[in-house]
């Protein structure tokens, strides 16, 4: 969550968004999606969907009221994919955002904004226990993505913001990459990271950075709006354009293809893939 949202829940509420739920289903090299569910279908701010570690619950930010002199609060929820029930996964006095589950299955990340409003990883464990801040010195921390269970690249907010890789059991990081987007992917089964990066005014690419020495290597540019992407099992990758899902397969496609449009939905945002790749969470703009 950037500085200029945390100071913006103070004066007004966020925007509208829902978590939507859909299938993804391959046949050779076609893809397709089916119907859309709305998991959360209520007014405000719920977004930065996650999929746990088995693919059976999808956690999400949902900031609501209740905050120390009525303010609004930002906590991690989890909804059970099987029969739709949510429950709260942190109620703390501060907010938290941006769960991410840490490899190994038995933690997620967040991004919480302590009572001083600094910004830092933190760890939950999945069941009992008590949260563990990751990075101590690395902050204001806005997305991260993890590459193992000790070593995660982190978008640090500046000017520009920054692609930082830390360890945890150090502490250090280093700047990868400047001038970079909210979407950090890892590439898949590699040490790099696949962010989007400002090229010049107007023009945003997804990027491979290797994590050992910070080379960059174009992918693709990316399409006016579609500031986020994941990657899928064949390795090309998923964005969106308005409602319209879009792919690009590195070394095969020209330019990114039409999936699907999906009917009723305005505005598709973030993305997050299945541990399985069958099934996509995207968040898209309130229903009237």
């Known amino acids: 969550m950037a500085v200029w949202l ?69 906590d991690i929820f989890r909804v059970d994919l099987a029969n739709g029930q949510t429950r709260p996964f942190t109620e703390t006095a501060e907010s938290e955002y941006s769960a991410t589950v840490i490899p190994g299955g038995r933690e997620i990340s967040v991004i919480r904004v302590e009572l001083d409003s600094t910004q830092r990883l933190w760890g ?21 993505t993890w590459l193992d269970p000790t070593t995660v690249g982190v978008f640090v907010l500046g000017s520009p913001p920054t692609l930082r890789v830390a360890d945890t059991r150090t502490g250090a990081g280093r700047v990868l990459l400047a001038d970079i987007g909210r979407a950090l992917q890892r590439v898949p089964g590699e040490p790099a990271i696949a962010v989007s990066h400002r090229a010049a005014a107007g023009e945003w690419w997804a990027v491979r950075v290797e994590v050992a020495n910070g080379a960059m290597t174009p992918i693709v540019r990316l399409p006016q709006g579609a500031d986020y992407f994941v990657w899928l099992p064949d390795r090309s990758l998923l964005a969106a354009s308005g409602s319209t899902l879009i792919r690009y397969r590195p070394g095969v496609d020209g330019d990114w293809k039409t999936v699907a449009t999906v009917p009723s939905v305005k505005g598709i945002s973030r993305l997050a893939l299945s541990p399985d790749g069958r099934r996509l969470a995207f968040v898209a703009e309130d229903a009237p």
């Open 6 to 74: 945390l100071a913006l829940l103070a004066t007004q509420p966020p925007p509208g968004t829902d978590v939507f739920l859909v299938s993804l289903e391959r046949r050779g090299a076609a893809l397709s999606i089916g119907p859309a569910t709305n998991l959360t279908r209520r007014p405000g701010y719920d977004n930065q969907p996650a999929f746990s570690p088995d693919g059976r619950s999808l956690f999400y930010t949902s900031v609501r009221g209740g905050g120390p002199g009525g303010t609004t609060q930002a």
């Open 124 to 144: 939950f464990p999945l069941s009992a226990g008590a949260p563990r801040l990751l990075l101590e010195r690395i902050k204001p921390v806005g997305y991260q």
